[in-house]
């Protein structure tokens, strides 16, 4: 599955993001190698962000910001970026680390397999 490389925008408005809906369950979402240690990695035909705070660690969350709906970003920074209006989330829990946003991005259920990432 294609990781998306500067996610960022309404999704209304941004083409890349047309086919974009929930995450299935049972769906594949990614592959491990995909995701950076200490970031994050924003899957756009599943709307999914996937973190992986520290080595073999992976967290998944709705990649919709929960400010005004922009996606948030794939990030190599230690967080959760949403480039439209600067909310920052955190990789283990999705809290925010930094407003406006002031809700959590929701979690998303995965499982690991042999290398890959499985919506649970
Ligand atoms: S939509 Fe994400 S910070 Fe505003």
């Known amino acids: 599955m294609a990781p998306v490389a500067a996610a960022c925008g309404n999704p209304s408005e941004d083409p890349q993001f047309s086919q974009v809906r929930p995450p299935v ?3 594949e979402v990614a592959l491990t190698t995909d995701v950076p ?3 994050c990695q924003v899957f756009a035909p599943k709307g999914t962000v996937v973190t992986q705070p520290v080595e073999g660690d992976f967290r998944a969350f709705e990649a919709e910001c929960s400010h005004k709906g922009c996606f948030v970003a794939s990030s190599t920074e230690g967080h959760i970026p949403c480039r439209c209006h600067g909310s920052r989330f955190d990789l283990t829990d999705g809290s925010v680390l930094g407003g406006p946003a002031r809700s959590a991005l ?6 690991v397999r042999d ?4 919506t649970a």
Not at 106 to 111: D, F, K, L, R, T
Not at 115 to 118: E, V
Request: aromatic letters at 6%.
């Open 106 to 111: 929701p979690p998303v259920e995965i499982e």
């Open 25 to 27: 369950p049972g769906g």
């Open 115 to 118: 290398g890959r990432i499985f």
């Open 37 to 39: 240690v200490g970031g």
